[in-house]
């Protein structure tokens, strides 16, 4: 992998982690993911006029992630009832990597060298003690089955969109009308279940929605760029490294515990992406 797309990846992990810690703030968790899906959508209808539309191989791709993201909007939102940002986050994230690098064998073709996937198990490995061993509480069964699914659903469109972004040969294309999609198809999701009335609700708080929204879009739009110039499994393991910066997110801002367990899963973690860069 260039060193350009892996310091790409670093960055849009960070930004990741900042918009996930927004989800922690608003008192109707799924109210929250859906304000910042929706802003992020307003933000790529903006740049529209500006990309060709996608081809039309690329197009059930697109309704196939737009999908995946109610998904896992629903499900992380409800994870993040049963526990703190430092256990949902960890668990969450650092089980899909080990889906994609599975499921790319046999959907893409792609198995990463023996170097790279030391790497990634070390990787996982430590965001698994993080999760594990340095939470506040004892992780749930309605925890561990929420994040869990939210890590197939992680999986599952990581998957697609780097199908999808190979299929219409133009990244950037391909995410800003993602991201137009999936914010239309939540804004209709919430208006279903909620009635107009949640246009005034969510009225004072669309400042925060387009903030975490225009985060959202360029983390996963650097994603989406990333996967088609480099096996999608090493890109999705080298993502979750957001757990760590969530992990400063969560102790800064949030005020969550920093039990020195995480801190050495922080070391695992870098241990795990510098194995991954040298091999």
Not at 58 to 68: D, E, K, M, T, Y
Request: with cysteine; proline share 5%.
């Amino acid at each position: 992998m260039e060193t350009s797309v892996f310091l790409m990846v670093i960055a849009s992990a960070a930004l990741h982690a900042g918009w996930n810690a927004l989800l922690k703030i608003g008192l109707d968790r799924f109210l929250t993911a859906s304000l910042i899906q929706i802003g992020a959508g307003t933000v790529a209808l903006l740049a529209l006029p500006f990309v060709p539309m996608p081809n039309a191989a690329a197009w059930p791709w697109i309704v196939l992630s737009a999908i995946l993201h109610i998904g896992y909007n629903v499900f992380l939102s409800r994870a993040y009832r049963y526990g703190d940002l430092g256990q949902v986050y960890p668990i969450s994230r650092g089980s899909s990597p080990l889906l994609v690098a599975g499921l790319s064998v046999l959907l893409l073709g792609e198995v990463l060298p023996a170097g790279q996937l030391l790497g990634l198990a070390v990787l996982v490995a430590g965001i698994w003690l993080m999760a594990v061993r340095g939470g506040s509480g004892k992780a749930n069964g309605g925890l561990l089955f929420s994040a869990l699914m939210t890590a197939l659903f992680i999986a599952g469109y990581t998957l697609s969109d780097a199908s999808g972004a190979r299929a219409n040969g133009d990244p950037l294309s391909y995410s800003l009308w993602l991201f137009a999609v999936n914010g239309l198809v939540m804004a209709l999701i919430i208006l279903g279940q909620r009635g107009p009335r949640i246009v005034a609700e969510l009225g004072p708080h669309w400042k925060a929605g387009l903030l975490g929204g225009a985060m959202s879009m360029f983390a996963y739009s650097i994603v989406i760029w990333a996967m088609t110039q480099a096996p999608v499994a090493l890109i999705s393991a080298l993502r979750e490294t957001s757990v760590v910066f969530a992990l400063l997110i969560g102790s800064l801002w949030l005020k969550e515990s920093l039990p020195p367990i995480r801190l050495l899963a922080c070391l695992i973690i870098l241990a795990g992406v510098a194995t991954m860069k040298l091999a």
